[in-house]
């Protein structure tokens, strides 16, 4: 019975621990290259606030619904989710595009911020917050099969100090993700460059548990009632 419990246990992590990010904050009706865009988010509504020193070579900022076609990628978020790309353009190593999201109330305690596609030169973003500090981002694989060799991790480096994110310039981790605890801030800043054109993605987003969870909780519950009984 010990060991069926124990069983039983280890599987609720596992399921709690598998999540979808289902519900990311929706900023398809937003324009690109508007300075401030209007959203509603968690329930409240999230101002974002624009600027760039790049040239107008193409958009600097835009709402895009990013593919999450490979495997790992539909386990954590789902089929897709609505997301910012932030884009550098060519020739321009010193410029830098600036993003500050303001959400009405704090964030839920299940809140994350997602980031992925760092793999330009010098590629970067600095996060920051006058909430508080933005800590260390949970890093996900994602098998990418244009990774040599296949599935090979290729991170961008995290520096708590710097509080940034640094491409590890290997031109294949396009599908390698961060996934950042946002929970209970109000504001944050990101601040993004790139040595050549690129462009990085940034959503907002909170994880649900899937069914598995919720059906073991439910038994678990069942039989709890029924020892009790």
Known sequence: MTITRNLIAVFIVMALTTT???????????????????????????????????????????????????????????????????????????????????FSSPLPSNARMVAFDYDGLAERIA??????????????ESNDPNTSPQGASAFASWSQVQQRLLSSNTKNNDREAYVFDVSGLSQI?????????????????????????????GLIAYGVRRRRS
């Open 20 to 102: 979808s990010f289902a519900q990311f904050v929706d900023f398809s009706s937003q324009t690109a290259d508007d300075p401030t865009w209007t959203a509603n988010a968690f329930g409240g509504i999230m101002t974002a606030s624009f600027s760039s020193s790049f040239s107008t070579e193409s958009v600097r900022w835009e709402p895009q619904t990013k593919e999450f076609s490979d495997s790992a990628f539909v386990s954590q978020f789902g089929s897709s989710g609505s997301l910012i790309a932030l884009i550098a353009q060519d020739n321009q190593p010193t410029a830098a595009t600036n993003a500050t999201f303001v």
């Open 127 to 140: 996060l920051s917050s006058i909430d508080g500090t933005i800590f260390a981002p949970e890093m996900m």
């Open 189 to 217: 800043s990101i601040v993004m460059t790139a040595g050549e054109a690129a462009a990085s993605w940034v959503g907002f987003a909170v994880p649900e548990p899937n069914s598995l969870a919720l059906v073991l909780i």
